[in-house]
């Protein structure tokens, strides 16, 4: 049995984790932060992968109801009009989703979930920045619409860190994808307050 360990070599490639063992034991991995995929990425990757925001946009008139009423409870000012230009594009994620969806049941409710913890994140990141804290539901919502467009802007960069993951994909078209995503979770009420 030789005392030297034999010269091998490994590669990983898109992000990916190699790991050489000579020993006779398992090897455990611990997943980092960095390392663990977000829930959002399948659909990420499926905008980047299959459409481009220069596809036109249906002529069919999208309508949405509320988002209206909710930008304006919201006091959404700088993002309004992101939001509203986009909403044509909310039958192309809902088609995307549908489609993840089949092949993994429970997506849908998952990439929900995920863009609205992101907004509890962003949320409470808010909160922390204030001088006096928000305790009542009022105080809570003034301070939410005060910062309603720094909280959406802050969930867009939550959402998918342009750096990782999407090697060799122009960052306009990741930004347009995170968009897309920012104003469904915003539709779908997982960002933001519903108006009561």
Known sequence: MSLL?????ATAS?????VVSTGSGGVTIAATPAAIS??????LIKIVSTH???????DVEMDYLGVD??????????????????VGYMELIESLILTIDD???GAQKRFLYAINQKYKVARREL???????????????NVIR???????LRVSELIVDIKTGFHGVPSELIEWARQLIVCYGFIHCKILEPPQ
Request: glycine residues 4%.
């Open 5 to 9: 360990t034999p010269d091998i070599e």
């Open 14 to 18: 898109n992000g990916g984790l190699t």
């Open 38 to 43: 977000s829930l959002l990425n399948p659909l």
């Open 52 to 58: 481009t925001p220069y596809d036109e946009i249906a």
């Open 69 to 86: 009423e909710k930008i304006e409870h919201n006091n959404v000012s700088v993002y309004s009009e992101v939001i509203i230009d986009n």
């Open 103 to 105: 092949e993994e049941p």
């Open 127 to 141: 909160f922390m920045r204030q001088s006096v804290r928000p305790v009542t539901a009022e105080q809570k919502l």
């Open 146 to 152: 005060m910062g309603s467009d720094e909280l959406i």
